[in-house]
């Protein structure tokens, strides 16, 4: 058990250029879900995957923001035309559904911030 | 109004204190999570529960589901305890609702 990876762990652009963070969760784990976190909150859910599959998005997930796990292993979050607004720590969560509810694992995130 | 509420926001306390947290949240849930996290983003996973009382070391969480509220207690806090604390509810199986998380420091 590696945990959950996250890459990179640190990005700093100019608006309005597009980023892509991936997500490697624990290898067994079947459900992947993407969080935000901005200064002194709680973090925010954005979507989650099971397998492959896309069960739900957030309101939060403008049509700037795409997630992809397309074979049901890493997952990758574009931002497209990042704006200010976007800079915020990025979480990665994983864990598996076969044992019932079970905690969710998370990784050390990426930290967005833009220029 | 936030469906998880933490207090207090912020907490300074002397080692060897006890400590206590407070989470009440107002939605249906499945299960509620106690978080840790540290300077630099990392969260870990304490407690997960649904009833009743659970122990860690020297971590304590409890829950009452009628009342919608759990604690977290730390007894003989150290130092290495500080960081952001952090309630989170599961609304069925699937995605986390978080609290704001009460920031905890410990002077030596």
């Known amino acids: 058990d590696t945990g959950v990876s996250q890459d990179p762990r640190h990005k700093i652009t100019k608006r309005g250029q597009n980023v892509t963070f991936r997500c490697d969760p624990i290898?067994?784990?079947?459900?992947l879900y993407w969080y935000r976190q901005t200064l002194g909150q709680g973090p925010e859910f954005l979507t989650y995957?099971?397998?492959?599959?896309?069960?739900?998005k957030s309101r939060l997930l403008s049509d700037r923001f795409s997630a992809e796990r397309p074979k049901g292993s890493f997952s990758t979050l574009e931002i497209q035309r990042t704006e200010q607004g976007d800079s915020a720590m990025y979480l990665c969560?994983?864990?598996?559904?076969?044992?019932?509810?079970?905690?969710?694992?998370f990784g050390d995130g990426t930290r967005l911030s833009i220029l | 109004k936030n469906e998880v509420e933490q207090s207090p926001q912020n907490l300074t306390a002397q080692e060897g204190e006890f400590i206590t947290i407070n989470c009440s949240y107002s939605v249906g849930i499945s299960a509620l999570h106690w978080l840790q996290q540290h300077p630099g983003g990392g969260i870990v996973s304490l407690f997960m529960l649904s009833s009743g009382k659970k122990k860690h070391g020297r971590l304590i969480a409890t829950i009452n589901i009628q009342e919608k509220h759990s604690s977290l207690h730390i007894t003989a806090s150290h130092p290495r305890d500080s960081a952001v604390y952090i309630c989170?509810?599961?609304?069925?199986?699937?995605?986390?609702?978080f609290g704001q998380g009460t920031r905890l420091t410990i002077n030596p």
């Open positions: 969560a994983s864990s598996r559904t076969d044992l019932g509810n079970q905690p969710q694992h």
């Open positions: 290898s067994e784990h079947n459900r």
């Open positions: 995957f099971q397998n492959e599959a896309q069960l739900e």
């Open positions: 989170a509810v599961n609304q069925g199986a699937q995605k986390l609702v």
